[in-house]
C-alpha cells in the first residue's frame, strides 16, 4: 500500500516537490518528516519544523530548523524543505512559480476565524510574490460531512457555510471559507485546488483526531523545490 500521496503533480512547475503521509506511513517524529523529505527528492537537512499551537501566526523562514510559536511557514529560500503535521486541520500548500516564493500552513478552525490565511498571503506578498500568481492547494482535512461543532464556535462563522446537524449542532465547510478568503486576498479562483477528501471518513486512509482522539496519529506534509 502507499505510504504517501505526492502532490507535485498539482502545480505548474516540474521543480515543486510536495506530498502528505498516509496513515500506513510510520508516525515517528522527527524521522517521519526527514523520511517523506528524501521521498519526495528533498533534502531533510533543509526541513523547517513549526511547533504548531493551533494559533494564527505566520513566519517568514530563512533557514532551517525549529520555528517557535507559529502554524504557518513562508520563504523564498529554494533550499528549504517546510513541513507541518496535521489530523483534520486543513493543510494548504501555497506556491508562486514565477517569483518561487511558496508556503505551507496549517489551518484549524481557530487560525482561520483569526486570519491564518490572510497573515500566510500577506507575508508571500512582503518577500515579493503576488496573490494573483499563488498556486493553492487544500490537502485532506476535516469536512462538513463530519466536522461537527456546539453553538460557541458556529457562530463565529457565516452561516452560508453552516448546516444542521443532530441535536442541533452544527456542521461547518471550512474549506468553502478558506476558499473564499483566498480570492478575496486576490488568488484567483482557477487556482485553487481543493483535494476534497475528508480525513474523518477515510479510516483506513488518513489519522484523524475527531475520529479517534488522543489515539490519532499524524500527517507529514511536505513543501519543497528541487532545484
Known amino acids: 500500500m502507499r505510504q504517501y500521496s505526492d502532490f507535485s503533480p498539482f502545480f505548474p512547475s516540474h521543480d515543486i516537490k510536495a506530498g502528505i503521509s498516509l496513515k500506513p506511513f510510520p508516525y515517528f517524529p522527527p ?3 526527514k523520511r517523506l523529505a528524501i521521498s519526495l527528492e528533498l533534502d531533510p537537512k533543509q526541513l523547517v519544523i ?3 499551537v493551533h494559533s494564527d501566526n505566520v513566519t517568514i523562514c530563512t533557514k532551517p530548523g525549529v520555528k517557535k510559536n507559529t502554524d504557518g511557514i513562508v520563504t523564498n529560500k529554494q533550499d528549504l524543505v517546510l513541513s507541518i503535521q496535521v489530523a ?3 493543510p494548504i500548500f501555497l506556491v508562486d512559480p514565477v517569483e518561487k516564493v511558496f508556503g505551507i500552513i496549517h489551518a484549524g478552525w481557530r487560525g482561520v476565524v483569526g486570519g491564518i490565511i490572510q497573515r500566510g ?3 508571500t506578498i512582503q518577500i515579493g510574490s503576488d496573490p494573483k500568481n499563488l498556486n493553492v492547494l487544500l490537502g485532506p482535512s476535516i469536512r462538513q460531512c463530519c466536522f461537527e461543532v456546539g453553538p460557541d464556535v458556529a457562530r463565529q462563522f457565516d452561516s452560508s457555510y453552516i448546516t444542521r446537524g443532530i441535536n442541533g449542532r452544527s456542521m461547518v465547510d471550512l474549506q468553502s471559507i478558506v476558499t473564499y478568503q483566498l480570492e478575496k486576498l486576490g488568488v ?3 487556482k485553487i485546488v481543493d483535494l476534497k477528501e475528508c480525513t474523518c471518513c477515510q479510516e483506513k486512509r488518513y489519522h484523524s483526531f475527531r ?3 488522543k489515539d490519532a496519529g499524524r500527517m507529514i506534509a511536505i513543501l519543497g523545490w528541487n532545484y
Open 211 to 213: 475520529r479517534d482522539g
Open 121 to 123: 498571503v500577506y507575508a
Open 188 to 190: 484567483k479562483n482557477k
Open 31 to 33: 524521522e517521519d518528516r
Open 50 to 52: 513549526p511547533s504548531q
Open 88 to 90: 483534520d486541520c486543513i
